[in-house]
T-cell receptor, first 110, second 114 residues
């Protein structure tokens, strides 16, 4: 199972883009990259996921490098409510195993 | 929207007690999960169920059992609670599928064992 590595913490100014990096250098061809976030004292919330191509939804964009060894989650206009712990996870297609790391604590500053 | 409901937000129990944590989902999902979350350790999978009465051990099943008698309900049982089981417990569900599968989490139960 591929592991992920994320910086433990980041700050971002309100209104600016937050770019959260994730390294998954041992990812295999059928493993998806997922991003979740956890606001204090709540359960994790799904943000976005992808396999090879970049993805965008109403919450964020996911940029996956061509070799798939790393990815970046982009919150285009961070707000104070985006302050949370962000988890980058890989999951092999057809399996139930989501491997959570310890995530990046993002603090959005006013 | 999918709703995953955990029966208690906070629980305080004594060492040796039998503890039941209940989880209900309302979207007819096949898969249900129990995780525990501890500072510095992230989320760790305790048990997984892919159908009624079906279960698989996760990474840390010792000291726990589970029950899934109905599709919408997944219970985590601590047969004899110990202080090292003090933790945040998170239930999740998902619809089985290759491309669009994703986990939906409940709000968590903070369990303190004294």
């Amino acid at each position: 199972d591929a592991k992920t590595t994320q910086p433990p913490s980041m700050d971002c100014a309100e209104g600016r883009a937050a770019n959260l990096p994730c390294n998954h250098s041992t990812i295999s061809g059928n493993e998806y990259v997922y991003w979740y976030r956890q606001i204090h004292s709540q359960g994790p919330q799904y943000i976005i996921h992808g396999l090879k191509n970049n993805e965008t939804n109403e919450m964020a964009s996911l940029i996956i490098t061509e070799d798939r060894k790393s990815s970046t989650l982009i919150l285009p206009h961070a707000t104070l409510r985006d302050t949370a712990v962000y988890y980058c996870i890989v999951r092999a297609g057809g399996t139930y195993k989501y491997i959570f790391g310890t995530g990046t604590r993002l603090k959005v500053l006013a | 929207d999918v709703k995953v409901t955990q029966s208690s937000r906070y629980l305080v129990k004594r060492t040796g007690e039998k503890v039941f944590l209940e989880c209900v989902q309302d979207m007819d999902h096949e898969n249900m999960f129990w995780y525990r979350q501890d500072p510095g350790l992230g989320l760790r999978l305790i048990y997984f169920s892919y159908d009624v009465k079906m279960k698989e051990k996760g990474d840390i099943p010792e000291g726990y059992s589970v029950s899934r008698e109905k599709k919408e309900r997944f219970s985590l049982i601590l047969e004899s609670a110990s202080t090292n089981q003090t933790s945040m417990y998170l239930c999740a569900s998902s619809l089985w599928g290759q491309t669009n599968e994703k986990l939906f989490f409940g709000s968590g139960t903070q369990l303190s064992v004294l």
